[in-house]
Every structure is written in structure tokens, then in C-alpha cells.
């Protein structure tokens, strides 16, 4: 069994920084992709920043030049930096990881307010 465990959520004031973290633990032979989601109050949940086993990246538009997603391979651990955040950047980050025959696990979620 998988398991994610997020962290590094908080209270920060607009234009401030954090780093979130995304844990991955138990049997885990191949980490295909893990992928940072996030889900507003009254909206839907969007994905936004994911990282393949290859490097891949890709970010939603509302992130791009703000935001950047690494891994440390050897802690099957991906982070998401996140700078100049925005009020609209608030909301519950969760992450998702794609391992082994492609099977998906979530994490519980860190909750990142943004106000001042």
C-alpha cells in the first residue's frame, strides 16, 4: 500500500513564499509522474503543476513563472515552490502520484491561505 502524505501549507501574505512537500511511502518500484492538484471553495479542482519520471513539467497558465515543481528521487518526495502568491492562490494543495502498472494515490491534502 501507498501512501502520500502533503505538507508545508500555512498562512502567508500575498507575495510570500512556500514550499510544499509530497511524501510517497510504502512499496513503490516506479514513480511515473506526480501531480500537485489544488481545489478553491466553490470550484473546481485544478491541476497544477506535474512532474514525470522523465522530467516532464507542465503547469496551469495561473502558475507559470511562479510556481516550480522538483522531486528527490531517493525520498520519492516532490515539492512544489510556490512564489508570489496571490489571494487566488488559496485553497486546499493536494498531491497525486501515478506509480508502478499506473496506479493512482492521493494525498489528504495541505491547506495554503493567501491574505493579508
Known amino acids: 500500500q501507498v501512501q502520500l502524505v502533503e505538507s508545508g501549507g500555512g498562512l502567508v501574505q500575498p507575495e510570500g513564499s512556500l514550499r510544499l512537500s509530497c511524501a510517497a511511502s510504502?512499496?513503490?518500484?516506479?514513480?511515473?509522474?506526480m501531480t500537485w492538484y489544488r481545489r478553491a471553495p466553490g470550484k473546481q479542482r485544478e491541476l497544477v503543476a506535474t512532474l514525470t519520471s522523465r522530467g516532464t513539467t507542465n503547469y496551469a497558465d495561473s502558475v507559470k513563472g511562479r510556481f516550480t515543481i522538483s522531486r528527490d528521487n531517493a525520498k520519492n518526495t516532490v515539492y512544489l515552490q510556490m512564489n508570489s502568491l496571490k489571494p487566488e492562490d488559496t485553497a486546499l494543495y493536494y498531491c497525486?502520484?501515478?506509480?508502478?502498472?499506473?496506479?493512482?494515490?492521493w494525498g489528504q491534502g495541505t491547506q495554503v491561505t493567501v491574505s493579508s
Open positions: 497525486n502520484a501515478d506509480i508502478d502498472n499506473h496506479k493512482l494515490y
Open positions: 510504502g512499496t513503490i518500484f516506479t514513480v511515473n509522474a
